[in-house]
């Protein structure tokens, strides 16, 4: 049983930055996909970044796009998300995802993953 555990999340003023971790046990991580994605109050999860089990390629949303960085540490069973340039908007609850499945695109779509982690809370205030 895969289990992911978020941290990092808090309040933080627009421009500033935030680094979201999470913890993976309970798996042969490095052969995982593993992924963001983020809901905000009265909307649906969306996907924000992924990072592919083979650990080279990266894939973001189009809002995050130069401001957010996915990053593995296969070693430490760890995946970060590094949030700068934060932007009101940007407000959300932040859930670590992995599947095992090899996709031949992206997976930019919350189906496409088994296992979730309980999520944790950003605020940035404008």
């Known amino acids: 049983q895969v289990q992911l555990v978020e941290s990092g999340g808090g309040l933080v003023q627009a421009g500033g930055s935030l680094r979201l971790s999470c913890a993976a046990s309970?798996?042969?991580?490095?052969?995982?996909?593993m992924a963001w994605f983020r809901q905000a109050p009265g909307k649906e999860r969306e996907f924000v970044a992924v990072?592919?089990?083979?650990?080279?390629?990266?894939y973001y949303a189009d809002s995050v796009k130069g401001r957010f960085t996915i990053s593995r540490d296969n070693a430490k069973n760890t995946v970060h998300l590094q949030m700068n340039s934060l932007k009101p908007v940007d407000t959300a609850v932040y859930y670590c995802?992995?599947?095992?499945?090899?996709?031949?695109?992206?997976?930019?779509?919350?189906?496409?993953?088994?296992?979730w982690g309980q999520g944790t809370q950003v605020t940035v205030s404008s």
């Open positions: 990072f592919s089990w083979a650990g080279v390629n990266t």
């Open positions: 995802a992995a599947d095992p499945r090899r996709p031949r695109a992206p997976m930019t779509i919350k189906d496409g993953y088994s296992y």
């Open positions: 309970g798996t042969t991580f490095s052969m995982y996909n």
